[in-house]
């Protein structure tokens, strides 16, 4: 038995089960050749390599038919691609008329249609590229006689272990399976946390070396409660884990009953909670009886999950989807947010020396304007299905606010002069994140109509900690009292103007921040789906009155610890489950 007490607990919880290392597969294909006699043997063998992939293409699909998941149309799509008798056709003929070794006839002939498919019109044809790209991986991967790693379909209850984890992993991972995470890299603000909250898989990020010291199959306690993993515990301390785990489930069960109510104090003074979503997916939309609209959209999860630069039609059609689904209530838009720790595969990025403080979001946007403008009028033709708030983010200066004004303007002069609909009301904000914006936000709430604070990134400028580099995650302190007082400056200004101030970081849905922005006269918070029950639970605990108390009183404080002690204390008082 070993414990590891390292890295960041990012989604509290425990998860109990067996090692599941993972590691993506990198093909290498060079330029071969076989003699001409061993044509026929080369084909037999793509055949055979084909018929792997196929039976294991097939067992994915079936397991997701069963479940009715959505993910199975991409499995069938991969059947028919692999089956495809074109390719076919084309693999033959490398094989037996050019001579080619059965990897490169694979790598070149998807290649080929690869590339054709990139260069059609029609958008449903062109996504089939990254389809196309799996299925070449998995063939090659079958005939490098690697065996298949993905998130998709585990067989047990598994606690996968790895350097870190994609959009295009977390998409189709296997929740029911799936009890714990841990990666090497990544913080509390990564993707990868983001995601794990968002679907209650309790998880610890940045232990270094642990794909090292943890093999495949070992039976892990991955305890997020207390930021340990046990590797290989005895029998006595592995059924003490399955009482605690199930008394933690139920307790947030409980907690759940909560996401239907009002979020309301004691004394009846209403709080507006956002969501926040990436993908528009079926599941995130269904939280939309439970909350006052959407605080933040993510939209970077539309190009960060795709291979190609989703069209404007793609969008719009996502932003309709949304905007109709939320009817009167607000949606807050942000536009693309790439950059620092956020990259897209089709898109080479500057590199940077320091990427947090280079050219990302709105910087990376005035470089790119065509795809700037394709956004923004994706955005505004959508606005007429809803309630369209735009917002962009990495705002520091006055001149950002006015160029960004400038651009917004003439995409609607462009949307004019060709009679396309919009509605001439959407709102048009800026997300706090660099301090700077702050320290001016007297000015800033007069020139536009609301803003929202990312906590993330304010934290990371205000406390100059990369936050993502996890050996120096102790100095990330997001409950430090300057956080507070700064997001107060905020408050105070956006109170006076009568502007719209929102909150739509990680603080947001937290059970220690949240408090205490309410309390210091932030009423509009936006969170992942999965914190909307507790943060409920906790508003209705309280009055306004106490939640500005404690506000008063956390902003006098000195250091972060006490913050959080003091919280969680009156907490315990109120009878707030803090997990």
Sequence with gaps: MKTLDKGQNVSLGIGIGKAYIYKRYESKVDEAYIEAEDAKKTFERYLEVKANAMEEIKKIYDFLEAQKDEKAKIFR????????????????????????????????????????????????????????????????????????????????????????????????????????????????????????????IPAILGVSQAMQIIKHDDMIILDATTNQIIINPDEKLLNTYKVKQKEALEAKEKIKAYLDKDSITKDGVKVELGLNIGSASEEELSFEPYVDGVGLFRTEFLYMESDTMPSEEKQFRVYKKTLTKFGKKPVILRTLDIGGDKTLKYMELPKEDNPFLGKRAIRLCFDHMEMFKTQLRAALRASVYGNLWVMFPMVGSVDDILRLREIFNEVKKELDEKNIAYKDDVKFGVMIEIPALIIISDIVSQIVDFASIGTND??????????????????????????????????????????????????????????????????????????????????????????????????????????????????????????
């Design 458 to 579: 304010l934290t990371q400028y205000l406390t100059a900690v990369d936050r993502m580099n996890p050996d120096i995650a102790s100095y990330y302190q997001n409950y430090a009292p300057s956080i507070f007082r700064t997001m107060k400056m905020a408050a105070d200004y956006f109170n006076k103007a009568n502007k719209p101030l929102s909150v739509c970081g990680e603080l947001g849905g937290d059970l220690i921040g949240a408090p205490l922005l309410i309390g210091m006269g932030i009423k509009k918070l936006s969170m992942n789906q999965a914190s909307i029950a507790p943060i409920k639970q906790m508003i209705g605990q309280y009055t306004l009155e106490e939640l500005k108390t404690m506000a008063d009183k956390a902003l006098n404080m000195h250091q972060e610890k006490d913050i959080k002690k003091y919280v969680l204390e009156e907490h315990k008082k109120k009878g707030v489950n803090h997990v």
């Design 77 to 200: 799509a991969h059947l028919d691609i692999v089956d495809d008798v074109a390719i076919d056709d084309e693999i033959s003929s490398n094989i037996k008329d050019m001579h080619y070794d059965c990897g490169y006839a694979i790598d070149t002939v998807y290649d080929m249609f690869i590339e054709m498919l990139s260069q059609v019109e029609d958008e449903l044809i062109r996504e089939r590229v990254a389809d196309l790209k799996d299925v070449k991986l998995r063939l090659l991967r079958i005939l490098d006689g690697v065996k298949e790693s993905n998130l998709a379909l585990l067989e047990e209850d598994s606690i996968v272990i790895a350097n870190d984890l994609y959009p295009s992993d977390t998409a189709t991972i296997d929740r029911f399976h799936v009890k714990g995470i841990v990666t090497e890299v990544g913080g509390k603000t990564s993707h990868t946390a983001i995601i794990a909250k968002s679907y209650e």
